[in-house]
């Protein structure tokens, strides 16, 4: 890992773009790989591992926690078996002891998996595998406080926030009385952003920070009683808009969860892969630290309140620059993006120009900027060419 937590492959600072499951589907783990994805959660066995690196994937497994009591020695031992049989593993990446610690549904209160037994059982994983980094997915709820007693035992620090939920969705796990998962004040699609701020400070400056974000509708979820009126799936852009976010907000990896409740025939699998496509041909870039300086923004009446506003992050990597900006807002906003240099064109990756266009048809940036409209919660993307 880099000092800022950005993971290196083979010395090489990279952006993680992963699952933690693949849909039913024939080809998926190739299709995965041919948009982009490079991380893929794995059974803990040689073979599972052989198949995702044979498609130039590397994975991560669980291993669970060491309990308390008469279990404990079992426990190591099996722990320990799994972790010398994968360590050398060249499609390994990193370890994860157990998902959502800190967890109990309608306890608040209490903690399913204290901190000291995470610390311990991450110890003993170093012991025995000193070389990859250590991986904590956390609930978007609780202290940052509390959060951050768990610091110890990882290396990547993650939440999991899913925020597309149909409105007066029934009790379902892990929603509170109110049917949302989140629980800050921003009941909108730009709660992701706040997460990742949230994760940013209990993990720190020098660990790596990821997204896992909705990949499935919260009515497949449930057990009994699925009404197919309430089934909601993320839709392309707010698929889009979730994954720039995140990047916007400084993370070093998104993941995805929930492929695996995807039925046949929903259109988000291949959405979910037109995105990962936009991502990873700008992966290079999404590596590089942000720049938040030489960009200004200027807005304009559209007869609304401005709450959030316009969030955006500048990249360069070599010679390639990348403005994304989304609007955090659930309303449309205008503005004067100013700062950058003038006669500089800035070409859409996202909205891409129509089919056909000239390559002269990408605008460029006049003494007095560039103006653009966004829709609620809309996403642009630009390379900058001088």
């Not at 299709?31 to 044979?54: K, M």
Request: net charge neutral.
């Amino acid at each position: 890992m880099d000092t800022d937590g950005t993971l290196q492959f083979s010395g090489k600072r990279e952006f993680v773009l992963g699952l933690y499951q693949l849909p039913k589907r024939t080809g998926a783990m190739r299709d995965a790989a041919a948009a982009g994805f490079n991380l893929l959660h794995r059974p803990p066995t040689v073979a599972a591992y052989d198949e995702a690196w044979a498609q130039g994937l590397r994975g991560w497994s669980s291993v669970g926690s060491l309990p308390e009591g008469n279990d404990r020695p079992a426990a190591a031992q099996r722990i320990r078996a799994l972790v010398e049989g994968l360590r050398h593993h060249p499609g390994l990446l990193f370890w994860e002891t157990e998902d959502e610690p800190t967890y109990v549904w309608q306890k608040p209160d209490a903690l399913r998996v204290p901190a000291h037994l995470i610390l311990e059982t991450a110890a003993w994983v170093r012991r025995w595998d000193p070389d990859h980094a250590l991986y904590l997915n956390h609930s978007p709820t609780h202290l940052v406080e509390t959060l951050r007693c768990y610091n110890s035992a990882s290396d990547i620090v993650a939440t999991d926030i899913y925020p597309v939920i149909p409105a007066g969705i029934p009790e379902l796990y892990a929603l509170w009385p109110d049917g949302r998962q989140g629980d800050l004040a921003d009941h909108t699609l730009a709660q992701v952003g706040r997460y990742a701020d949230k994760m940013r400070t209990v993990a720190g400056p020098n660990r790596a920070v990821f997204m896992v974000l909705q990949a499935f509708a919260w009515e497949d979820l449930r057990e009994k009683g699925r009404d197919p009126g309430r089934v909601l799936y993320p839709t392309l852009s707010q698929l889009r808009f979730m994954a720039w976010q995140s990047v916007i907000h400084g993370v070093q990896g998104i993941l995805w969860w929930g492929l695996s409740f995807l039925p046949e025939g929903a259109e988000l699998w291949n959405d979910l892969l037109q995105v990962t496509r936009e991502l990873a041909s700008v992966k290079t870039a999404l590596a590089a630290p942000p720049r938040q300086r030489g960009v200004q923004v200027r807005y304009h009446e559209t007869g609304h309140s401005l709450d959030r506003g316009v969030e955006w992050t500048l990249r360069r990597a070599g010679t390639e620059r990348i403005l994304a900006a989304v609007n955090a807002d659930p309303n449309p906003v205008e503005v004067t993006f100013t700062g950058l240099p003038a006669g500089t064109r800035i070409r859409p990756l996202w909205p891409p120009l129509p089919e056909g266009s000239a390559s002269a048809s990408a605008p460029r940036v006049s003494r007095e900027g560039w103006r653009e409209r966004f829709e609620p919660h809309g996403t642009r993307v630009w390379r900058l060419e001088t």
